[in-house]
Nanobody, 123 residues
Framework: QVQLAESGGGLVQAGGSLRLSCAAS????????MGWYRQAPGKQRELVAF???????NYADSMKGRCTISMDNAKNTVYLQMNSLKHEEKAGYYC?????????????????WGQGTQVTVSS
């Protein structure tokens, strides 16, 4: 089964930077895309950034110019570099991946989620 494991969260001062990592593990899968979402208490989960396997990217408007998503295809790992973080961006950050799992034998990409990593931005 495909599993996603995030790392890199923590406490940072407002204006600071963090780099999150998410590694996909398992066997017999291919990656269609991976990315990051975040969810603050009492709010809906929202897109931060997503990278498709062909290299195209999507960024939340609020993050454009302040974050960069990248992927190491050999390691099935996606990275999110966030700069100039704001206090209100304190949230749980969740890795999401669309994978084709060979176990299902249907060539359909399914969505998988990591457990999340907490990012706290002090003001």
């Amino acid at each position: 089964q495909v599993q996603l494991a995030e790392s890199g969260g923590g406490l940072v001062q407002a204006g600071g930077s963090l780099r999150l990592s998410c590694a996909a593990s398992g066997s017999g899968f291919s990656v269609n895309g991976m990315g990051w979402y975040r969810q603050a208490p009492g709010k809906q989960r929202e897109l931060v950034a997503f990278m498709h396997s062909g290299g195209s990217t999507n960024y939340a408007d609020s993050m454009k110019g302040r974050c960069t998503i990248s992927m190491d295809n050999a390691k099935n790992t996606v990275y999110l570099q966030m700069n100039s973080l704001k206090h209100e961006e304190k949230a749980g950050y969740y890795c999401n991946g669309y994978m084709v799992d060979a176990r299902y034998r249907d060539n359909v990409a399914r969505s998988y989620w990591g457990q999340g990593t907490q990012v706290t931005v002090s003001s």
